[in-house]
């Protein structure tokens, strides 16, 4: 996926939560989700866009 976004003329802006959340998932799965967003944005964006992906801590995930 970084090859494909790396030639194209979108940035993409990533933000991690701090502390960095736990995620309950199959990483195969959750890999494909992230790859789908990812392609999605790449296809249907702006050209010359920018793409965020960021993790969040709710107060849920606090305990």
């Not at 709710?58 to 305990?63: A, F, I, L, P, Y």
């Amino acid at each position: 996926m970084r090859s494909i976004v790396e030639s194209t003329d979108f940035e993409v802006k990533l933000g991690r939560a701090s502390p960095q959340p736990t995620v309950k998932a199959l990483s195969v799965a959750l890999h494909q989700c992230l790859t789908n967003l990812l392609s999605n944005a790449l296809e249907y964006g702006k050209t010359g866009g920018w793409i965020k992906v960021e993790t969040i801590t709710t107060e849920s995930d606090r305990g």
